[in-house]
């Protein structure tokens, strides 16, 4: 028996689905904790969907920010939201993570690295300076001065001899 792959994929997503509300049923918590399991589901079909057909490259980005929602929302709706000031870089985080995993899942074309870089680099600094890093914040402009280091040197790598 053969299976089309996007009638592989739905199957099981509905299958991942119908056992978070069969647990939910006989779990002594309700969906008010566990909903954000549904976003996780649904980042882990996208997830399914580029394992089957690797050319789709673009499901990865809704994949990594739901599935990052998912976990942030789960741990907030288990501790009754008392981090979410904590962790709310996360909402900045997800999609430079996502631009990310397209640009190691896809063709690896370097727009994706630019807006990444900043976005990821931004929760950084927020985890840092806002977040749950914030005994570290004093320490956050090392960040920067690393990352000009890195450039520089980046760029002292790829200039011709001719030109120095």
Do not use: H
């Amino acid at each position: 028996m053969t299976y089309n792959r996007n009638t592989l994929v739905l199957g099981c997503a509905l299958i991942v689905i119908g056992l978070l509300f069969l647990t939910v049923n006989f779990s002594d918590y309700g969906w008010e904790e566990f909903w954000p399991l549904l976003m996780i589901a649904g980042g882990l079909t996208f997830l399914a969907a580029y394992i089957v057909d690797r050319r789709n490259y673009g499901f990865l980005m809704p994949a990594t920010i739901l599935t990052a929602y998912g976990i942030l929302f789960q741990s907030c709706a288990l501790t009754e939201w008392e981090y979410m000031e904590e962790w709310w870089p996360t909402f900045i985080l997800a999609p430079g993570l996502g631009l990310l995993a397209m640009y190691f899942g896809g063709k690896r074309e370097t727009g994706l690295l630019v807006p990444a870089t900043i976005l990821i680099g931004l929760a950084s600094l927020f985890f840092v300076v806002f977040g749950p890093l914030q005994a570290y914040e004093q320490y956050w402009p090392v960040l920067l001065i690393l990352a000009g280091v890195a450039l520089l040197l980046r760029r002292r790598e790829t200039t011709p001899q001719s030109l120095l």
